[in-house]
C-alpha cells in the first residue's frame, strides 16, 4: 500500500458514526449538554456538528423523545444554538427548557448558502436525522418519537424534511414563521441565493424547494405559527401550506398571531412564552 494512504489513514478524524462523543456538561435541572457533536463528514466542506440537550437520566425511564432543531437566517447565516432574537437572553435558554420537560434536543449545523445550495442543507439535515437515529442508543434517545422544528429557513427546510418520501418516520414538524413558497421571488433574493439563480430561470428546482409544491399524503402531524404582521415572510405562506397539507387529508395546526412581525417582533415576552410553550406542548402530545 502506498505510505502516503497509510498516514492519511492513520491521521484522518474517526468517522462521526463511531467517534467518541464529548464530554458531558451538567447544567441545572440535571440538563446535560454535550456541544460540538459532529453528525457528518462532507469532503471539501467544514464537519458539520449539532449540540445535544438531554434530559436528567433517571433510572427505569424510557428512552427520550427527541427534537431536531433547524435555525433560521434566510439561508445565509445563523448560529444552531439560536432560536431567535426573542428567547436569546432566556435563563435557562429555550434547549434547556425542553430539556428539562422530558425531551432531548439536538440543535444542528448545515451548510450555508454561501457554502452550497440547495439541495445541500436539507441532505445536511437528512445526515443528522440519519446519525440521531444510529447513536440513539448512547444517547438514550427514541428514534420513533422525532419531532423537527424550525424557525425561518429553519422551519421551511424543516417542512421539507418531514415531507419527504424517504426520510424515516417522524412524529410531527413545527415549522415558525417559515417560507413556504419559493417559486416567486427575484434575482439577489435569500431564495435566489440558495437556489444559485433566480427562481424563474431554475423552475423545477424551485418547486424542488418549496413545501407548498411537495405536499404529499402520508405526512406527519404539522404546526405552522405565524405573525399576521409578518413583514419578512408573509403569514400566507403558512396559510397556503396549512391548506394544501389539509387537502390531502394531512393533520395540520394554523396559529395565524396579531400584531405579531417576523421572529415574533411585536409580542410582549409573556406572549412570545406563550407561543413556545404551546409549542411544546404540541409536541409532548405527539411524542407521549
Known sequence: MNPDNDLRTLIAAPHPDEAPLPPTAVLADGVRLLRGVPYADVPGARPLELDLWLPEPRPGRSPAPLVLFVHGGAWRRGRREDMGYRMRRWEPGPFARIAAAGLAVASVDYRLSGEALFPAPLEDLRSALRWLVRRSPELA???????????????????????????????GAV?????????????????????????????DLARQASPEAQVRPG??????????????????????????????GTAVELWTLPGA????????????DDVFTRTLRWIRQRTG
Not at 434517545?141 to 429557513?153: K, L, Y
Not at 405526512?219 to 401550506?241: K, T
Not at 415574533?264 to 409573556?270: E, F, I, M, Q, V
Open 175 to 203: 415549522a415558525w414563521y417559515a417560507p413556504s413558497d419559493l417559486t416567486r421571488q427575484g434575482p439577489g433574493s435569500p431564495e435566489a441565493l440558495l437556489l444559485g439563480a433566480p427562481p424563474a430561470d431554475v423552475p
Open 219 to 248: 405526512a406527519p402531524p404539522f404546526l405552522l405559527a405565524h405573525g399576521e404582521d409578518d413583514s419578512m415572510v408573509a403569514c400566507d405562506h403558512s396559510r397556503r401550506l396549512a391548506a394544501r397539507l389539509g387537502e390531502v
Open 261 to 272: 412581525d417576523h421572529v415574533w417582533h411585536g409580542l410582549s415576552d409573556a406572549q412570545v
Open 141 to 171: 434517545t427514541d428514534p420513533e418519537r422525532v419531532v423537527v422544528w424550525g424557525e425561518s429557513a429553519g422551519g421551511h427546510l424543516s417542512a421539507l424534511l418531514a415531507l419527504s418520501p424517504g426520510a424515516p418516520r417522524l412524529k
